[in-house]
């Protein structure tokens, strides 16, 4: 059974950073898509960055030259290196990834449980 696990939250002051990681478990073929999506208190989930099996990258215009989206395919792994956080950057974030596996042969989205990350002084 495929399983995405974030790390890597936690209490940060106004200006720090932290890195944040998604490990992908079980019978994979490939890991297509990678992306981070964030879900503040009281509002909707939305996209912070994202990376393809290539490893293009887009990113989220409040998160644009503070956040860095990376993956290491063989440790089927991505990052979220969040550097220069903002108290509006709390939020709880979820790992995305668009995964091959043995049922699904063009891919299948799956999702983390999600890690809280709180920028506060």
């Known amino acids: 059974q495929v399983q995405l696990v974030e790390s890597g939250g936690g209490l940060v002051q106004p200006g720090g950073s932290l890195r944040l990681s998604c490990a992908a478990s079980?019978?994979?073929?490939?890991?297509?898509?990678m992306r981070w999506y964030r879900q503040a208190p009281g509002k909707e989930r939305e996209l912070a960055a994202a990376?393809?099996?290539?490893?293009?990258?887009n990113y989220a215009d409040s998160v644009k030259g503070r956040f860095t989206i990376s993956r290491d395919n063989a440790k089927r792994t991505g990052y979220l290196q969040m550097n220069s956080l903002k108290p509006e950057d709390t939020a709880v974030y979820y790992c995305?990834?668009?995964?091959?596996?043995?049922?699904?042969?063009?891919?299948?989205?799956?999702w983390g449980k999600g890690t809280l990350v709180t920028v506060s002084s």
């Open positions: 990376i393809s099996n290539g490893g293009s990258t």
């Open positions: 995305y990834a668009n995964i091959a596996t043995v049922d699904w042969a063009y891919g299948k989205d799956f």
């Open positions: 079980g019978i994979i073929f490939s890991i297509n898509a």
